[in-house]
């Protein structure tokens, strides 16, 4: 990616996630990280609508990280409970960038509920707060 790569980087990532569905953590843990990953890219050559449902897609899987992670690593929950917040102040800020403030704010709430002293999001959202009526 730092070459500027972006369709080589965008096919390596869309590779590494065509496969069947898994459910060991390690496994959900990656494909989350690349969906990720697979958004800041089609985020640079201005794909946003593949974006987003990248995005989508890793928030869908960090919720079952999420639950599979408070039984078979509990010291991890604080780590994995930070990224499904950024993953929704992303989406947020998706749908700021389109106008979509209601939907915005409702994605920086969910990261809220992730991470309650995040302060940036509490920023985000009380910038919102006029648009979303």
Known sequence: MKMKQY????????????????NELQALSDDCRYLVLLAKIQNKVEKNEEA????????????????????????AVSVQKQ??????????KHYTSQRGYERAVKFYKEALVYCETDRKVMLELARLVPYSR
């Open 7 to 22: 369709e080589r980087c965008e096919r390596v990532l869309n590779e590494a996630l065509a496969h069947e569905q898994v």
């Open 52 to 75: 987003l449902f990248s995005l989508q897609r890793a928030r869908d899987v960090q919720a079952k990280v999420l639950k599979r992670v408070q039984l078979e690593q509990p010291d």
């Open 83 to 92: 990224l499904a917040a950024e993953i929704c102040a992303e989406i947020a």
